[in-house]
């Protein structure tokens, strides 16, 4: 048996049975890596949410060249928690790739089913939202918010938990009525400035944050892509800034907030 494994591991061509031979070994507690060995769905979650963001970073900067080693390194943490959950007889591999492909079927019954492809997309949204009610009504689970993922990004799971709260008409009918809550929240947070401890203004804050998300979902902006762009945009004029001043033989430390800020209007025309 370990000369066949040797040969799978050292098959360039050996594909998925090759990776999962190789999480085998690495886990073995006799022969395997000590590191390997004492991880546990816990420790090896955050890597799997790194590599997660990992993959969507080469997408947004098109490096396609990148693209392939990110989503094997976000394979390799499917596969982690596939060995561990096969290990505590909870699932494996295969279960889990038997799980999603009924997942697909059964949420596509316009393709694998009876019902027509002759509809909108947005139909075909709503009906898998219909489909995905039904899917948590059968779970033990109670509460309208009860699986909205916890460690999800903030910005995003706010958005979330909005939308799901909104499918039982928990919502605001109007658009102008969140601006309103907007600029309600913003009064709160600068008396909460100037008269609350900072427990109380990091709430405030929590506050305006959570109804600009829905002020987003309102709009059909994705708040999270928003705000990630904005900050790309940011980096993109601060380094103009950095580049100009370095021209004259300084640094923005050496500078001033109104050449900076003029050196910003500047990207800004330039379209950056």
């Known amino acids: 048996m370990r000369e066949e494994s040797d040969i799978l591991i050292h098959d360039p061509k050996g594909g998925m049975p090759r990776?999962?031979?190789?999480?085998?070994?690495?886990?073995?507690?006799?022969?395997?890596?000590?590191?390997?060995?004492?991880?546990?769905?816990?420790t090896i979650a955050p890597?799997?949410?790194?590599?997660?963001?990992?993959?969507?970073?080469?997408?947004?900067r098109e490096a396609w060249d990148e693209l392939e080693g990110e989503l094997g390194d976000l394979l390799l943490q499917v596969v982690y928690h596939a060995e561990i959950g096969a290990e505590r007889d909870l699932f494996d591999f295969a279960s889990i790739a038997d799980a999603i492909s009924d997942k697909m079927?059964?949420?596509h019954p316009h393709v694998f089913g009876s019902e027509s492809r002759e509809k909108s997309a947005e139909q075909q949204i709503r009906d898998w939202e219909t489909?995905?009610?039904?899917?948590?009504?059968?779970?033990?689970?109670?509460?309208?918010?009860?699986?909205?993922?916890l460690h999800l990004p903030a910005l995003m799971r706010a958005e979330k938990?909005?939308?799901?709260?909104?499918?039982?008409?928990?919502?605001?009918?109007?658009?102008?009525?969140?601006?309103?809550?907007?600029?309600?929240?913003?009064?709160?947070?600068?008396?909460?400035?100037d008269h609350m401890p900072p427990k109380k203004i990091a709430e405030e804050m929590g506050d305006l944050l959570f109804v600009m998300a829905n002020l987003a979902r309102h709009l059909s902006v994705d708040a999270e892509e928003a705000l990630r762009a904005a900050n790309g945009k940011f980096t993109r004029r601060f380094a103009y800034i950095e580049a100009e001043l370095a021209n004259l033989g300084r640094t923005p430390a050496e500078s001033d907030l109104t050449e900076m800020d003029a050196l910003w209007d500047q990207a800004k025309a330039n379209g950056l």
């Open 161 to 193: 938990l909005q939308k799901r709260a909104a499918r039982v008409g928990f919502d605001w009918p109007e658009i102008g009525q969140v601006v309103d809550k907007i600029a309600e929240e913003a009064r709160e947070l600068a008396e909460a400035r």
């Open 105 to 107: 079927v059964a949420r």
């Open 19 to 42: 990776l999962l031979e190789i999480m085998r070994r690495l886990r073995d507690p006799n022969t395997g890596c000590p590191w390997d060995i004492e991880q546990s769905f816990q």
């Open 131 to 149: 489909i995905k009610a039904a899917e948590r009504a059968g779970k033990a689970r109670g509460g309208v918010l009860d699986d909205v993922a």
């Open 47 to 60: 890597y799997t949410i790194e590599e997660a963001y990992e993959v969507a970073d080469a997408i947004e």
